[in-house]
C-alpha cells in the first residue's frame, strides 16, 4: 500500500491548502514552535465542515513536558470526550511518567474517553526511557483500546537521524501499529526514508510551509514524491 502523507495544519486556510496539495490527512494544532498543542475547537468545527480528508487533532494542554497534574488530566479527558463528538477521524496524544517511561495507562484511560476515535501516541514516545519496550507496550493495550497509530522520529531528536532505529522499529511493530515519521522531515529526505523506513505515512510541518501558511505547491511535491516510490 502507498504510504500516506500528512501535513500539519494551524488555520481552515492550511486544511484547504493541504488538501488541494493531495494530502491524505491534516493534524490540526496550535503553535508548532513547541511541536503542537490543543487547538481552538471552532477551528476543528470550521476544517471538518471545509475539507474531506481525514482530521487528526492534537490533544496537548501545554509545552512544559509530557508530565501531568491531576487537574490537567481532568482536563485532558474532558477534552478528548469532547472531540469524539466532533466528527474527526482521530486524536494525538502521548503522556510520561515522571520517571520518563510511557504512561500506558493515562494513554489508555485517554482513549477510552475518546472513543470510538482512535488515538495515535505522539512524540512523547520519542523522550521516553526504554522506547522499545514503550512500543511493546503499546502493542499490549491495543487489542482493548483504538490506540493503531505512533507519530514519531525514533529515539533521536529529528526523523532523518533517527531514521536506523525507525526502520528497525517499523519491521518489529508496523503490523501492529502503524507508524507516522515525523520531525524536521524534508523532501530530499523521502527517497531514503521511503527505500529504508518504509512507514505506513510521513507527516511534515515546516517544510510543508512558506512563511506562516502550508503551501499548496509543497505539499503536491510531497505527494507526488510519495506516490513515485
Known amino acids: 500500500m502507498m504510504p500516506q502523507l500528512e501535513i500539519?495544519?494551524?488555520?481552515?486556510?492550511d486544511a484547504v491548502a493541504a488538501q488541494k496539495g493531495g494530502a491524505d490527512s491534516i493534524?490540526?494544532?496550535?503553535?508548532?514552535?513547541?511541536?503542537?498543542l490543543t487547538p481552538d475547537f471552532d477551528l476543528v468545527r470550521r476544517a471538518r465542515d471545509t475539507v474531506q480528508i481525514a482530521i487528526?487533532?492534537?490533544?496537548?494542554?501545554?509545552?512544559?513536558d509530557f508530565i501531568y497534574t491531576e487537574r490537567e488530566i481532568e482536563t485532558i479527558l474532558d477534552d478528548a470526550c469532547r472531540l469524539a463528538h466532533l466528527g474527526i477521524n482521530g486524536i494525538v496524544f502521548g503522556a510520561l511518567t515522571?520517571?520518563?517511561?510511557?504512561?500506558?495507562?493515562?494513554?489508555e484511560q485517554v482513549a477510552g474517553s475518546a472513543a470510538p476515535l482512535p488515538l495515535t501516541v505522539h512524540r512523547a514516545l520519542d523522550e521516553s526511557v526504554e522506547p522499545d519496550q514503550a512500543?511493546?507496550?503499546l502493542v499490549g493495550i491495543a487489542p482493548r483500546t483504538l490506540v493503531r497509530r505512533v507519530l514519531t522520529s525514533g529515539p533521536a531528536p529529528d526523523a532523518?537521524?533517527?531514521?536506523v532505529a525507525l526502520a528497525e522499529w517499523v519491521r518489529a511493530y508496523g503490523d501492529q501499529l502503524r507508524f507516522v515519521v515525523s520531525g524536521g522531515l524534508k523532501c530530499e529526505h523521502l527517497p531514503?526514508?521511503?527505500?529504508?523506513?518504509k512507514a505506513h505515512e510521513y507527516h511534515f510541518g515546516s517544510a510543508a510551509r512558506t512563511g506562516n501558511t502550508v503551501d499548496e505547491t509543497k505539499v503536491r511535491?510531497?505527494?507526488?514524491?510519495l506516490k513515485k516510490h
Open 56 to 64: 487528526n487533532v492534537m490533544l496537548r494542554p501545554h509545552a512544559r
Open 27 to 36: 493534524e490540526i494544532s496550535r503553535d508548532l514552535s513547541v511541536g503542537g
Open 8 to 13: 500539519a495544519t494551524l488555520s481552515v486556510a
Open 192 to 197: 531514503e526514508m521511503l527505500a529504508t523506513v
Open 160 to 163: 532523518w537521524s533517527g531514521r
Open 98 to 107: 515522571p520517571e520518563h517511561r510511557l504512561d500506558l495507562a493515562l494513554i
Open 221 to 225: 511535491a510531497l505527494s507526488a514524491t
Open 135 to 137: 512500543l511493546a507496550g
